[in-house]
């Protein structure tokens, strides 16, 4: 092996990137090398949508209601304009799914960052003060964890509706379900950098660190997140899987997102109508992107969780 | 012993009372109760009137002490939509919930159990391997989208099972069943496999998560270093260290199972307290929401409480109290 | 050639990894004889806790033995299938590990652990196994051990548990007793007790030990002979005496000189430049040859063979006949 270039400069990096551990057993599965790419083209394709795709199902002018309820191309009576079919009111069922995936993402990822801000702030404000306030935040932990966050956020979806008036609550509506989800999954980063604060608390360079008269701020920045880096990273993979099932199934229950803009779980829960009629196709494809984005994370998230587990090779 | 009980009691009290006080401010901060029982047409005399009446115009503690009090009675007052008392409603559907719940959980660590131990002890099987991958599918499915498909495959293709409602069901008291009717039991198989799926692939890869963790103790290689028999390293040694841990999420996840039932019976619409706490929440039927909160806190809370007891049984390192412990550490 | 009770030759033992194999145990022999105490020391990675390891079959995958045999009184066990090595396991070859803190299953009481032990290497009754298994803690010094063999692990010390795992390596009067680090867990003023314990039994039934540590002084009360190893290596083997008053290998010299003796307080202790190479860069040639002070051109290129000094076997060419690196020419 040759000497690693200068850190920080982007060759170096790249070739420290390819020839890490983590990349390594990366290459090493191809399911976990598929699902990289599956979450690269579903991101891609959600980003790009306004670019990508075929139709632009938020201009009412372009709705063809002629058009609805075509099948997809393979199957008899479909139209090529319209690869995968239309839904009940004509709009193209690829374009639809690209736009809706976009809410799923833009919710998911919003609410892992609510859940992992809240959750590491908590944690290391728990773990560092300890005492009467570390009980009190790690109390509330456990009683939360007891419930589960499907119950949470419908909850707080509920008395969000009673609280604000009714188009107030609409407006709100994205910003509903995204508190809703990310209240709901922060203890797992809360409790995970506690335990490392707690650790680390003691050791003799904190120590040292205070005596010389260091910032607590600054020692738990500098030494304490680096460790927390890794196990968070996995809570935050595995959770945004979490978050986007969360999403759709509040969505599909109907206290999700707004209708105006549809998430892959408005879109199951509108497709769910016409199952039984025979237009199957409304509800399966948003329901197989579904699954294959949240199989993806959740297959990278455990390839992380593995990678970086020393314990498990 | 019994102060450790004392002190989950306790505990569970502090719980309740929390849980009542936030659904109580429901009541109170979400709109004007009396807007939400009377018309437009009511003049404001009769407002007051009312007001006074319904005790809404004393202080706040006061009020929160009526309301205790009515909960611990199993009032919680007329539903806005139905106009029934509450009580009443969740009676009648808390044995649908309750009988499709256990089903499922009685399927998830029937199944799931013995799937983690197998899949823990032969980590490279192709058997272990398709187990696994299943299981991955299983928590990335959402349970309302396993309803979808399972409905899709089962009712409207195959046209072998019902796609929604409970059946025929048999009134024992109070309590109906559809344990009693072969139509009852057909309703059954689809939600109940919808609910126990997520539950079985989350308890299975605990257990074999759990187990793969404990076949790595010092303890478990000093048990194979004395020629026990595998049969008993296994399910004897390994097992019991692993069920610790096991029960308590199995007793959490019972109370989740609870709660994935709202989308279950959304999805087969059937009759029970999720379906009437979803449709709660899309009309703001507060006193059902309320109502709701009280009982699944009190769900759960009972589970916990259940839980920290078997923990005690099962792991004799709880069950020394400090004093004992700290004497017998001399030589 | 007499049969020696326990017989390791030329043991392999290999640690496949993504950057190559790594040979963690390399060519290792040595012999046991009945009611013997062999001591084997070295440093943390010298390999000596996984040859002892290799010898009851329990390596942690993906390690394994690749090449060499191991006999039990002149039969192979190295390659036996796993139901019969784990009848010997037990009932032959005790073991004894490094922390009786994480030894013992901690929800099982030792009255269980122990009868289960014992109910699986003879016929005994449940009441007869629970018999001895009260003799078997009277043995290993555990007062009142009526009462105490209902008590759970953690309901123990430190010192008291290890009693504990010993009585139960002992259950089924193994001939061998494999005590990897028995001591290093515990307290200092406990380990001579344990160590005195763990003699006295073995004397008493003939049982024999290897007894693995880095601890050079429990070597010295407590072994016959000791073997010294280096980067999964025997550097020498020899009588404990020996080998401690005149040891011949360069590294079990430095050894020597580095350990502070009573009595001789004026004396500089010494020390040997720089570490133990790591598994993944062993040099070739003699795996000491950059630290030893006597290191000559053979050292670089051949490895040497353990060979006869007057008192010891070294692995080291210093002893070699022909001081010259052209061996296979004086060999032929």
């Known amino acids: 092996m040759t000497a690693p270039a200068a850190p920080g400069s982007p060759p170096g990096l790249l070739r420290r990137i390819f020839d890490s551990d983590l990349w390594y057993s990366f290459t090493r599965s191809w399911i976990t090398m598929g699902s990289g790419i599956c979450v690269l083209l579903l991101v891609v394709g959600a980003l790009g949508a306004p670019v990508l795709a075929p139709h632009d199902t938020f201009d009412p002018a372009t709705l063809k209601l002629m058009d609805a309820f075509t099948p997809p191309v393979w199957v008899e009576g479909g139209n090529p304009t319209y690869l995968i079919g239309t839904d009940n009111q004509g709009r193209d069922m690829l374009s639809t799914i690209m736009f809706g995936m976009r809410i799923s993402l833009l919710v998911g990822f919003a609410a892992v960052l609510f859940s992992l801000v809240l959750g590491v702030g908590l944690g290391l404000v728990a773990g560092y003060l300890g005492g009467t306030i570390d009980a009190l935040i790690m109390r509330v932990a456990d009683i939360k964890l007891a419930f589960p966050a499907i119950l949470i956020a419908l909850l707080v979806d509920g008395v969000s509706r009673a609280a604000l008036p009714r188009d107030m609550h609409d407006q709100l509506a994205l910003y509903v379900v995204v508190f809703a989800i990310g209240v709901s999954n922060w203890v797992s980063y809360a409790r995970t950098v506690r335990g490392t604060v707690m650790v680390e608390r003691g050791k003799d360079y904190v120590q040292a660190a205070r005596v010389i008269g260091i910032h607590p701020a600054v020692i738990m920045v500098r030494h304490v997140l680096p460790n927390v880096m890794g196990p968070v990273l996995v809570i935050a993979t595995l959770g945004l899987a979490l978050a986007i099932l969360t999403e759709a199934t509040l969505s599909f229950l109907g206290v999700g997102v707004p209708p105006t803009q549809p998430s892959l779980g408005t879109l199951i829960r509108n497709g769910n109508d016409y199952l039984f009629s025979g237009e199957w196709w409304i509800a399966i494809f948003p329901g197989l992107t579904l699954v294959v984005l949240a199989l993806s994370v959740n297959l990278l998230g455990d390839w992380l969780r593995d990678a970086l587990n020393p314990k498990l090779r | ?331 | 050639m007499p049969n020696h009770l326990l017989e390791v030759d030329r043991l392999k033992v290999v640690f496949p990894t993504r950057r190559g194999t790594l040979v963690a145990v390399d060519d290792v022999s040595f012999h046991i004889d009945q009611g013997e105490v062999l001591g084997v020391v070295g440093e943390s990675g010298a390999g000596k806790s996984l040859t002892g390891a290799a010898i009851i079959g329990l390596l942690e995958p993906p390690g394994r033995i690749a090449g060499g045999e191991i006999r039990l009184d002149g039969r192979r066990i190295d390659n036996l299938p796993y139901s019969q090595l784990r009848r010997i396991r037990g009932k032959e070859i005790g073991a004894v590990f490094q922390d009786p803190l994480t030894s013992l299953n901690p929800l099982y009481t030792i009255g269980k652990q122990l009868t289960e032990t014992i109910e699986t290497h003879t016929d005994m009754t449940p009441t007869k196994a629970r018999e001895r298994a009260v003799q078997l803690l009277k043995d290993v010094g555990i007062p009142a051990a009526e009462k105490r063999i209902e008590s759970y692990p953690h309901q123990f010390s430190g010192g008291m548990r290890q009693r504990v795992v010993i009585a139960l390596a002992l259950c089924a009067n193994p001939r061998i007793v494999i005590a990897d680090e028995p001591t290093t867990a515990l307290d200092v003023s406990i380990q001579a007790q344990i160590i005195a314990l763990l003699k006295r039994l073995c004397q008493e039934h003939g049982t024999a030990v290897m007894l693995v540590t880095h601890d050079m002084g429990v070597i010295a009360e407590t072994a016959d002979r000791v073997a010294v190893m280096y980067a999964g290596r025997v550097a020498e083997i020899g009588p404990v005496r020996d080998v401690i008053k005149h040891p011949k290998h360069p590294y079990t010299i430095g050894l020597m000189g580095a350990i502070p003796a009573i009595g001789h307080g004026t004396e500089r202790l010494t020390q040997i430049e720089g570490a133990m190479p790591r598994l993944t860069d062993i040099p070739r040639g003699c795996a000491f040859n950059p630290r030893c002070p006597k290191v000559f051109d053979r050292c670089r290129s051949e490895r040497p063979d353990l060979l006869a000094t007057e008192t010891s076997l070294a692995s080291c060419w210093l002893y070699d006949d022909q001081r010259a690196p052209a061996r296979e020419a004086a060999h032929v």
């Open chain 2, 1 to 331: 012993m019994i102060a450790f009980i004392l002190r989950r009691l306790m505990q569970a009290v502090v719980v309740m009372l929390t849980v009542a006080l936030i659904s109580f401010a429901l009541f109170n901060f979400a709109g004007d109760p009396i807007n939400n029982m009377v018309g437009q047409d009511v003049s404001l005399a009769d407002r007051e009137r009312l007001r006074e009446a319904l005790g809404l115009n004393q202080p706040f503690w006061v009020q929160f002490g009526i309301f205790l009090q009515n909960a611990l009675q199993g009032d919680f007052g007329l539903s806005y939509r139905l106009g029934r008392p509450v009580e009443d409603l969740i009676v009648e559907r808390l044995p649908a919930t309750l009988e499709l719940s256990l089903t499922a959980a009685a399927l998830a660590v029937f199944i799931g159990i013995p799937l983690g131990v197998y899949t823990g002890l032969y980590r490279d099987t192709w058997l272990s391997r398709v187990f696994l991958t299943a299981s991955l599918a299983g928590v990335s499915l959402p349970t309302f989208l396993i309803g979808i498909l399972l409905i899709l495959i089962f009712s409207v293709e195959l046209n072998v099972l019902p796609s929604f409602g409970r059946g025929e069901t048999v009134e024992i008291g109070w309590w109906t069943t559809g344990f009693a009717t072969w139509s009852g039991i057909k309703a059954l198989i689809l939600p109940s496999i919808t609910l126990c799926l997520f539950q079985l692939t989350l308890i299975m890869r605990l257990v074999r998560a759990e187990m793969m963790e404990v076949l790595r103790t010092d303890y478990i290689k000093f048990a194979r270093a004395r020629g026990l028999p595998d049969r008993k390293v296994h399910f004897g040694h390994a097992l019991k260290n692993t069920l610790v841990p096991v029960i308590t999420v199995i007793g959490l996840q019972f109370g989740s199972i609870v709660a994935f039932a709202i989308i279950t019976e959304t999805v087969f619409q059937w009759p029970g307290m999720g379906l009437l706490f979803i449709q709660a929440v899309n009309f703001v039927d507060i006193p059902i929401l309320a109502a709701y909160l009280v009982l699944i806190a009190l769900f759960f809370v009972v589970i916990n409480l259940v839980v920290d007891l078997l923990y005690y049984f099962v792991d004799p390192r709880l069950r020394v109290d400090r004093t004992a412990a700290g004497g017998e550490a001399t030589p």
